[in-house]
Structure formats: C-alpha cells, structure tokens
C-alpha cells in the first residue's frame, strides 16, 4: 500500500471516530432526564399579558425553545400509558396543557402547536363550553371538535365546580371541597348532599366528554389545584384514575396525582421555562449524581 493512501486512511478513521465522540457527547447533554414526564400549565393566551395570561409571542418563544433545547412533546394518551406501564416516554417528555377552555386555545395555541407538529390538551369546564359572552371568551364545541380531529384532546376540569364560593366562616373556598350553601333552605348542605353533588357533577362532564368526543380516559384538573382525599374517593367512584395537580414538579411511572409546571405566567420567559425543565437535583433522575462529601 502505498503511503500517502496509509495517511489518508487513518486520518479519515481518526476523524470519523472524532465526530462519533463529538455527537455523543453533545446528545448526552441534551439528555436531562428519561422515564420521567414533564406536565407543563397554561391558563389564557392574549397580548395583554397578567398573572395567568401570556402573550401569543412568549408562548411561541417557549414552544421554539423547546424544540432548540431538544425536548419531545407528547401527547396526554401517551403519557398515561406510560403510567399505565404499557410503553416508555422519549427523553425529555413533555406535555402540554391548559386550563379552562378559553377561546385563545384555538386562537393562538393551536395554530402555534400545529406549525411545529406539536399537541395539547386542555382541560374544559364542561358547562361553559359555548359560552362566548364570556370574557375571556370560552372555546365552543365546533372548535373543539375540530381540534380533536387533528389530534389535540379535551378532558374534564368538571362540569361546573370552577367558581369560587364562600364557606361557613366566610371565607373563599372551592365547590369540590366545601359544603354549599342552600339559599331556599337557608342552611349548608350536608355530608350526603355533598357526596352525591361531586359524584354527579364529576360524571356528568365525563359522559359529555365521551359523548361528544369519544373520549375513553377518564381524567380530572382540579379547579384551583383544590382537593382532598374525600373527592378522589368520590372520583374514583365515577372512573376517574388521574388527577392533574397544581403541585410543581415531574412524574416518574408511578405518579397518579400528577405535578404540573406553570409555564403560563409573563415572569416565565422562553430561558426561564428551560431552566424549570433542567433541574435534575430536585428530582432522583437517571442523570444526577449523589455528591459525597468527605465525611461532612
Ligand atoms: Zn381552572
């Protein structure tokens, strides 16, 4: 063999054995965590942005940055049968919700998540589904059913235990967890009531849902983040198997209250939403390192 062919060749190894360490290290990197979820919280999209309203730019930010950031979305189907351990999640899963049914889903999310090939789901409180005078203007069914065609999907946040009320001492409480108030009968409904208003409340949005939409998961958004062992008792009674929290954080396989992110807020920027999704010391990920210090 002649030696400039020699030279040629080891060079060309070397390179390519170069670039094989370069890519894996750099996929490496973009690994922050696997065989756990990431549950991300919407509200309201619109360019007046407040507390739980975004504007349309800061949520296509954040969708950019998590395609940059190599992040997968996937769809809330495939996340429950992860935890229903009938398949795995690509590393950093994610999943996109929003709650309330506001008629900014439609028209600024969906077309955002479409571009990019990309799902979600919102959580609909099913009695005010079509009311438009609303304001913020809710999402009516036509829409709805349109987005469920094209793979985005729409589960319950009740019937219609949204709005607060006031308890016994007066002050603000939630209908799934508190007593009402009878006006006619000037006196708080008792135990039994109670019981039979969230066994009815909570099935009646599930048969809608399947009904309209074919829906076959029963799942559940607390209102408020807002509940009690006493209403997954209750929801468990309707079929109910998953319930989608306000706590913050991941979900490994075994997770049935679910932890969720808020990524709905104006302080959330695209890099702040990144930094959320990269902490691997709050969590016993395949990727962090117990750190032993010498006997301190
Ligand atoms: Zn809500």
């Known amino acids: 063999m002649k030696k400039p062919l020699v030279i040629s060749l080891c060079l060309l190894v070397i390179v390519s054995f170069m670039i094989i360490m370069i890519s894996e290290s750099r ?3 973009s690994i922050y965590f696997t065989d756990y979820v990431a549950v991300l919280t919407y509200h309201h999209i619109d360019p007046q942005e407040s507390s739980f309203t975004i504007s349309p730019q800061r949520f296509a930010e954040h ?14 189907e495939e996340f429950i049968s992860f935890l229903q351990g009938k398949n795995k999640v690509p590393p950093n899963a994610v999943v996109i919700t929003f709650d309330d049914g506001y008629k900014s889903f439609y028209q600024y999310a969906y077309p955002e998540l479409m571009k990019r090939n990309m799902t979600a789901t919102n959580f609909l409180i099913v009695n005010f589904v079509g009311r438009t005078y609303l304001k913020p203007s809710m999402l009516n069914w036509d829409e709805v059913s349109k987005m469920k065609k094209d793979g985005f999907s729409f589960y319950s946040h009740t019937f219609n235990s949204h709005t607060s ?18 006006q006619n009968e000037h006196r708080f409904e008792n135990e039994n009531e109670y019981k039979q208003r ?3 409340d909570l099935t009646k949005a599930n048969t809608i849902l399947q009904d309209k939409l074919g829906n076959r998961l029963s799942i559940l958004c607390f209102p408020h983040g807002v509940y009690n062992s006493t209403v997954i008792q209750l ?3 309707t079929g109910i198997q ?5 706590k913050e954080g991941f979900n490994s396989m075994k997770a049935k209250e679910i932890k969720r992110i808020n990524a709905g807020s104006p ?25 032993i210090r ?3």
């Not at 998953?242 to 306000?246: A, R, S």
């Not at 959330?268 to 390192?289: C, D, E, G, N, R």
């Open 27 to 29: 996929s490496k990197q």
């Open 63 to 76: 969708l950019q940055a998590l395609i940059d950031n190599h992040y997968h979305v996937i769809p809330i």
């Open 165 to 182: 009320i006031v308890d016994q001492n007066g002050n603000e409480a939630f209908p799934l967890t508190s007593y009402l108030f009878k």
């Open 198 to 200: 969230i066994l009815e």
């Open 235 to 237: 929801a468990k009674q």
């Open 242 to 246: 998953y319930f989608f929290t306000g």
């Open 267 to 291: 302080s959330i920027t695209a890099k702040v939403l990144i930094q959320k999704l990269k902490i691997p010391t709050m969590f016993p990920l395949k990727y962090s390192q117990p750190i």
């Open 294 to 296: 010498n006997g301190k």
